[in-house]
T-cell receptor, first 111, second 113 residues
């Protein structure tokens, strides 16, 4: 089983809602990632945090706001999303440049 | 971001057969290579890392050809449980620090009894 824990597993939200996705790992990894995966497509990178600092933002719209409160936690704050943002949101972690391990994901539906 | 290309399939293969997947990557500076497996509605899981010297893990063998920018995966004696999507993955490490993975579109494998 994965050692990267994501909550919630499923989320349904309206376009005016504010919600947050959470990711936690206790493997001592110092790099954490958010990916977005649409149906029948591969995961696409959104953000990279390295040593709790945002190091990569793949031109993600500002309605997605990442936060890394400490080395074990990664949040993704959602506000004013669009229906096309419905997808599986995957968190991953790695030891610096090592292998990335994925959480089970949050399946998001925007109505 | 550079691309990774692989045949999406589906590959329909009888149980017990040997099946091979290939992928190519466009960034010659890519540094790390992996095969991940993804089951329907699940997260990607690492199957194996890929090295130029080739590596084997049970029924699975992976190979990297840096000159041709080509990665392969061979599955011998396929099992019904091997049915999944196999993702060819590259890490470019741009900027020297942690970097996101670049995924191929995945190859869908169906093992038939």
């Amino acid at each position: 089983d994965t050692e990267v824990t994501q909550t919630p597993k499923h989320l349904v939200m309206g376009m005016t809602n504010k919600k947050s996705l959470k990711c936690e790992q206790h493997m001592g990894h110092r790099a954490m990632y958010w990916y977005k995966q649409k149906a029948k497509k591969p995961p696409e990178l959104m953000f990279v945090y390295s040593y709790e600092k945002l190091s990569i933002n793949e031109s993600v719209p500002s309605r997605f706001s990442p936060e890394c409160p400490n080395s074990s936690l990664l949040n993704l704050h959602l506000h004013a999303l669009q229906p096309e943002d419905s997808a599986l949101y995957l968190c991953a972690s790695s030891q610096d440049r090592g292998i990335q391990y994925f959480g089970a994901g949050t399946r998001l539906s925007v109505l | 971001r550079k691309e990774v290309e692989q045949d999406p399939g589906p590959f329909n293969v009888p149980e017990g057969a040997t099946v091979a997947f290939n992928c190519t990557y466009s960034n010659s500076a890519s540094q790390s290579f992996f095969w991940y497996r993804q089951d329907c509605r699940k997260e990607p899981k690492l199957l194996m890392s890929v090295y130029s010297s080739g590596n084997e893990d049970g029924r699975f063998t992976a190979q990297l050809n840096r000159a041709s920018q080509y990665i392969s995966l061979l599955i011998r004696d396929s099992k019904l449980s091997d049915s999944a999507t196999y993702l060819c993955v590259v890490n470019n490490y741009s900027g020297g620090g942690a970097d996101g993975l670049t995924f191929g579109k995945g190859t869908h494998l169906i093992i038939q009894p």
